[in-house]
């Protein structure tokens, strides 16, 4: 069983910046990618970045600009960094890994922001 521990959320002021961390008890390369997914009160779930193991990063237009996916090998993490954060983007956000035969999830981090 793998575990994805995720770290960084909190409560900002519009403007402010955040910087998601999301740790795999296994070796990240053990994955085919990774990323975030984020889900507000009485919305869905929709997803917000993620990087292949090969390093390939997709960003939603909706945070695009203004949010960057990344990861440290050296630290086994990866990171969503948030700038410029809306109210909008508040939400909870969950950490994923893909694997080939499932995908993991972490237990998600609230982020708050303060209009």
Do not use: H
């Not at 575990?3 to 909190?10: C, P, R």
């Not at 900002?12 to 390369?29: E, K, M, Y």
């Not at 507000?40 to 917000?48: D, M, S, W």
């Amino acid at each position: 069983q793998v575990q994805l521990v995720e770290s960084g959320g909190g409560f900002v002021q519009a403007g402010g910046s955040l910087r998601l961390s999301c740790v795999p008890s296994r070796t990240i390369f053990n994955f085919n990618a990774m990323g975030w997914y984020r889900q507000a009160p009485g919305k869905q779930r929709e997803l917000v970045a993620e990087i292949t193991a090969g390093g390939r990063t997709t960003v939603k237009d909706f945070v695009r600009g203004r949010f960057t996916i990344s990861r440290d090998p050296a630290k086994n993490t990866m990171y969503l960094q948030m700038n410029s954060l809306e109210a909008e983007d508040t939400a909870a956000y969950y950490c994923y890994a893909v694997s080939s035969v499932t995908t993991y999830w972490g237990q998600g981090t609230q982020v708050t922001v303060s209009s």
